[in-house]
């Protein structure tokens, strides 16, 4: 078997590793990059989580902000970034008390923010979300 090295071209790697694990030829894999690509899985899975809920946010933000503006395509967004939020959830498990940790609310609720200027232009959000997790995920709920 060829060996490719990791910094190369990480796809063949990724191959070969997984061909030398197969082959049970462990003492032939690369421990130190494996053990990054599965750390770099877990931070996948945290930055998807952390993207669908800032995009969420921004669009209730939106929502509550530019009632004049609001229209079946934010609603579609709001619904789908719920749906795959949940869905996320369901496959990631471990991922579900970051929801509630208070730093990561804070910097999701930034990310939102900061989304929501972008987008809109306005300024004057609230500091803090002012919505509970169970509402922001409810599928009913649309801030007034």
């Known amino acids: 078997m060829t060996t490719t090295r990791y910094d190369d071209d ?10 030398l694990i197969r082959a049970g030829r462990l003492d032939q ?10 750390e770099d899985v877990g ?10 809920m800032a995009l ?5 933000l939106k929502w ?4 004049e503006r609001q229209s079946n395509s934010w609603r579609r967004t709001i619904k789908e970034q719920r749906r795959a939020l ?8 471990s991922l579900k008390p970051t929801l509630s940790n208070p730093d990561w609310q804070d910097a999701i609720w930034a ?7 972008d987008e809109t232009g306005m300024g004057g959000f609230p500091e803090h979300c002012p919505w509970h997790i169970d509402q922001i995920l409810a599928d009913d709920f649309l801030p007034e």
């Open 111 to 117: 990310d939102a923010i900061t989304k929501a200027i």
């Open 10 to 19: 990480v796809a063949a790697w990724a191959s070969e590793q997984a061909a």
């Open 43 to 52: 931070n996948s899975e945290r930055r998807e989580l952390a993207s669908r």
């Open 29 to 38: 894999l690369d421990l130190e990059h494996i053990a990054e690509e599965i």
């Open 64 to 67: 509550k902000y530019q009632p």
């Open 86 to 93: 949940g869905f996320h959830l369901t496959q990631v498990p």
């Open 56 to 60: 969420l946010l921004a669009h209730l």
